[in-house]
């Protein structure tokens, strides 16, 4: 069974910073690519970042660039997305979700490419 549980969202003042971690079962890790989406109350789903398992190509949405990074660990099948000045407009559930092959800019765009989705995790940021 595929399992994506992301854990370590929580309640953070603007500036601040939060680590959140995807841990990834039921699938062969390296052939999948794991990205990161969030969705505000009344807004569609955005796309945040992604990472192809087994490589270190990286991409992310403009507005989240050069404040969070993500990053595979493939010996404990876990992608984290580390998230530094962190803003109101950041708050949202953030999910993880993964697509069997590569990843891209576009992908982020699309989240129908993406199979298996986690429950989500909350993230507030407070002004």
């Known amino acids: 069974e595929v399992q994506l549980v992301e854990s370590g969202g929580g309640l953070v003042q603007a500036g601040g910073s939060l680590r959140l971690s995807c841990a990834a079962s039921?699938?062969?890790?390296?052939?999948?690519?794991i990205g990161w989406f969030r969705q505000a109350p009344g807004k569609e789903r955005e796309g945040v970042s992604c990472?192809?398992?087994?490589?270190?190509?990286?991409y992310y949405a403009d507005s989240v660039k050069g404040r969070f990074t993500i990053s595979s660990d493939t010996a404990k099948n876990t992608v984290v997305l580390e998230m530094n000045s962190l803003k109101p407009e950041d708050t949202a559930v953030y999910y993880c979700?993964?697509?069997?092959?590569?990843?891209?800019?576009?992908?982020?765009?699309?989240?129908?490419?993406?199979?298996?989705w986690g429950q989500g995790t909350q993230v507030t940021v407070s002004s």
């Open positions: 979700a993964a697509k069997k092959g590569f990843c891209a800019a576009y992908t982020l765009r699309w989240p129908s490419e993406y199979e298996h």
């Open positions: 039921g699938f062969i890790f390296d052939d999948y690519a």
């Open positions: 990472v192809r398992s087994s490589h270190d190509r990286t």
